[in-house]
């Protein structure tokens, strides 16, 4: 099993929050497998390591693992805990018995797929840039793109002093009051999409997710969910199985934008 945040495992445990766990570390009260958790980001196997918080030993609940696809309304926020009290898209995945997390985001005012499971494994798989898993939105814009706006944004742009990776658009249908364009991404960084359509000058007057790789919003409509098919987990865990090389590669990428994003 690959590592996993030491924050977000003892949060999921109900140890404390993240940031209340990131204070302890400091203070010198987490151990993992002996050794004195000193510095972060530290990652962890909550399988098989020891974890004391205090010298006591932090007992794993175990959970049977759980996947489910929900399609998802507008006005629901992706996030475990909400300031503003707006329904979130765990409370839409009832009679579950499970603790379940969302796998990446998707904007408030956005619907469509969302993956939720309690498999810390998968979700790290999935969210790695690495991986470059393909997501599928249908946009309704207004107004009618032409032709070097859709190159331009085929192309992609500059966001937060990084230039987007390139991305797959198809016009679905134009006038000059609306259009709909399909585009298919695999970085999909905060609100990337309604970003740079901005940019180019056009107001995004509604955005649904339609895919997640392999996985689409067939059959389950607005506001519903389902598990998800033994088969289409197998199919995400397979999703940008790189060679050794190229993975390492997109890591060391990944790695630089961070890099670049907190000095720049």
């Not at 500059?158 to 609306?178: A, F, H, I, M």
């Not at 990337?192 to 056009?202: K, T, V």
């Not at 993975?247 to 000095?263: L, N, V």
């Amino acid at each position: 099993m690959s590592g996993i945040r030491i924050q977000k495992v003892l949060s999921e445990q109900g140890v404390a929050s993240r940031r209340a766990i990131e204070e302890m570390i400091v203070e010198g009260r987490i151990t993992v497998n002996g050794s004195l958790v000193r510095e972060l980001p530290c990652f962890v196997n909550p399988r098989s390591d020891d974890i004391r918080v205090d010298g006591r030993r932090v007992r794993m609940h175990a959970e049977r693992p759980a996947y489910f696809l929900l399609n998802k309304p507008r006005g629901v926020v992706c996030t475990q805990k909400d300031p503003q009290g707006r329904p979130r898209a765990v409370d839409l995945v009832r009679g579950t018995g499970e603790r379940l997390y969302c796998v990446g985001r998707l904007d408030v005012e956005s619907t469509g797929v969302i993956l939720l499971t309690n498999d810390g494994e998968l979700t790290q798989h999935l969210t790695h840039p690495s991986h470059g898993v393909i997501k599928t939105y249908v946009v309704e814009v207004a107004g009618r793109p032409g032709e070097q706006d859709i190159a331009a944004l085929k192309k992609g742009t500059y966001l937060d002093g990084r230039r987007t990776q390139p991305v797959q658009v198809k016009v679905l249908r134009k006038s000059p009051e609306r259009s709909l364009l399909e585009i298919r991404l695999s970085e999909g960084r905060n609100r990337e999409i309604r970003r740079i359509l901005a940019r180019l000058g056009y107001r995004v007057r509604r955005l649904h997710r339609r895919a997640i790789g392999p996985v689409t919003d067939r059959g389950v409509k607005i506001g519903n969910f389902r598990p998800l098919r033994p088969a289409e987990v197998d199919k995400l865990r397979q999703i940008g199985r790189a060679a050794p090389g190229k993975a390492a590669k997109a890591g060391r990428a990944g790695k630089a934008g961070k890099d670049k994003r907190k000095h720049g």
